[in-house]
């Protein structure tokens, strides 16, 4: 018998059933700079230029407006989203049953909830300081974004994805609490600067 028809050892094919489940696992759950970096980037652009514009001391930091900062982070957030939509559909057509439904659900989730948010809001907004309206917004979206996040880590039973819910719940808790400045400030720095971070961490890791 040659070695190329030696039947492979209990070790050889647990090894081999492991990289495979690997290899699955990685192409389901898609490139980690696709999914982190565009959210980062967005959160890091957006929330820098309303730092600026905010100051830590009610004076701008640069000759900015409000509306050309919310343009600025409004653009960032389109564009991360349609990366995100796009690598979600594609994720999604490649599972099939209970998990293709609650990732459906969980799409449609998100974009109930932002639809939501805008109308409340909208009309809300009008009522406050411009400070305030901005931080009326800022908070909200981040909100729901980490409760969203804890609810994806519930339903597809995926800690990472939880407990970066906690972290975002937790930051922009803080920033609402201190202020419009430092909530633009620690959503840039801890968000921003975090969610590039974390995909960069999580391809080499992958």
């Known amino acids: 018998m040659t070695e190329d028809e030696r039947s492979p050892s209990p070790e050889e094919m647990l090894r081999v059933i ?19 970096i565009p959210w980062g980037v967005a959160w890091l652009l957006g929330f ?13 930091y640069a000759p900015i407006t409000q ?19 796009r690598g979600f559909v594609w994720m999604n057509r490649r599972v099939r049953g209970d998990t293709n439904a609650r990732g459906a659900m969980f799409g449609y989730a998100w974009f109930a909830g932002f639809a939501l948010m805008n109308v409340i809001c909208a009309r809300m907004s009008p009522q406050l300081p411009p400070e305030e309206s901005g931080l009326l917004w800022g908070g909200c979206s981040l909100m729901l974004v980490a409760v969203l996040y804890m609810a994806g880590g519930a339903i597809f039973l995926a800690w990472p994805m939880f407990f970066l819910g906690v972290w975002i719940a937790a930051v922009n808790g803080l ?23 974390l995909g960069v961490l999580a391809r080499r890791r992958s």
């Open 48 to 60: 820098t230029a309303l730092f600026l514009h905010y100051g830590l001391d009610g004076r701008p």
């Open 67 to 85: 509306m050309q900062a919310v343009g600025v982070l409004l653009a960032g957030l389109i564009v991360a989203g349609a990366v995100a939509a």
């Open 175 to 197: 920033g609402v609490l201190l202020g419009a400045g430092w909530h633009a400030l620690l959503s840039a720095v801890l968000l921003g600067g975090g969610f590039i971070a």
């Open 18 to 36: 492991e990289e495979q489940r690997a290899a699955t696992t990685k192409w389901l759950s898609g490139d980690p700079l696709l999914i982190y």
